[in-house]
């Protein structure tokens, strides 16, 4: 079996999940991330899932799950401890040619989820096809080690500035030069020692609120403050399970 990795825009799209007691919360809270329409189909849900449905972002159907469920969605999520429910839900969505994940079944999995480092706006996914989710896990801790949450920052500093040098005139290849310098090591650890010479900690409010520290060999101008990117920091949540 070879998958083939993508980053899908579920926004305003319905998503259904089948079950959400501690299996099904982690897949509702991610699909609430990606700001899907959530849908929860199941006769008791967390506490937490509950409460998600009481502050109306998500809508809960307190019954049993039934094919016409799936009509209008883009996909499907089978979190039950029943293997039989699970196994229905899978059929249903199958007929309906809609994505199925069966959680700890990767057998009635169209999709899985990944194990994810999330950074802002930007996510570092692994995944072992259903293999090893343990192994997943690991290497998720060793990368969430060595990108820390000043990238979220950052990252929204290089849209700014990728925004700004497209809006420019010049050469093609010196704007890809320039895009690679500022996206460099060196540029990352400038930036760093910046922050950390004026006692600010990077990826912080406070430092997302400072331009890129120049680097002559980089770039000679500062790149405008994305006032946007403030509001990424509280994407430093992780999505842990992969399944």
Known sequence: ?????????????????VGAGRIGEPKVKSLLVARADV???APAVSAAVEGWAKAGVIQWEQREFVGADLDDAFLVVAATSSVDVNEQVYRAAQERKILCNAVDDPERCDFYYSSVVRRGQLQVAIS????????????RRELESSIGPEYAGWLAELGAAREE?????????ERRLRLHRLASRRAFEARQSAHWETGEVAGSTSADKRRVPHNTSADKRRVPHNKSADKSVRATHEIRHEN
Not at 4 to 11: D, W
Not at 128 to 139: D, F, K, N, V, Y
């Open 39 to 41: 849908l929860v189909i």
């Open 128 to 139: 072992t096809e259903g293999q090893s989710p343990a192994l997943a896990q690991r290497l």
């Open 165 to 173: 040098l497209f809006g420019q005139a010049m050469d093609p290849e």
């Open 1 to 17: 079996m070879s998958l083939f990795p993508m980053f899908v825009k579920l926004e305003g799209r319905r998503a259904v999940v």
